[in-house]
């Protein structure tokens, strides 16, 4: 099964997988407590939105 994006490619991104994960999950709850508060529903899970904007780029250590 691939992958996509490859981790390789994200870690290169961030830096580090430790950085990588943590970024990805801080994110993630983010998303998550937005939603609740909006009450909404988005058709993809959290940590694959944030996994997206750290390979686009939209997302990155600060």
């Known amino acids: 099964m691939m992958l996509y994006p490859p981790v390789g490619d994200l870690v290169d991104k961030v830096g580090s997988s430790y ?36 390979f686009s780029g939209k997302l990155s250590i600060k």
């Open 19 to 54: 950085l990588l994960v943590n970024l990805i999950a801080e994110r993630a709850r983010n998303i998550v407590d937005a939603m609740d508060f909006e009450d909404s529903h988005i058709e993809k899970k959290p940590v694959s939105i944030a996994i997206e904007e750290v």
